[in-house]
């Protein structure tokens, strides 16, 4: 495991909500949501960790730490 993924787990858990990935990027949360809905690599990969709970969205802290170390790729 990686210091970022321990910092990510201990400071917000296994799932982070939208708001908590808008903090940990330095983003808004509407700037965060507009760029999810672009085609870039990075909000693949980031779309790829998003998971939803009845109506609301949580990504994996897992791989948004390994988006954040450079080690995921849009295709996983």
């Keep these: 495991m ?9 400071e917000y ?3 982070m909500s939208l708001t908590a990935l808008a903090k940990t990027l330095d983003r808004s949360p509407q700037g965060l ?10 909000s693949r990969a980031i779309n790829s960790a998003k998971r939803k709970i009845g109506r ?8 948004i730490a390994k988006i954040i170390d450079g080690e995921a790729s849009s295709n996983e």
Excluded: C, H, M, W
């Design 56 to 63: 609301r969205i949580y990504f994996q802290t897992e791989a």
């Design 13 to 15: 858990g296994p799932l």
């Design 2 to 10: 990686t210091t970022t993924f321990n910092y990510l787990q201990k």
């Design 33 to 42: 949501r507009v760029s999810l809905n672009t085609s870039s690599d990075i």
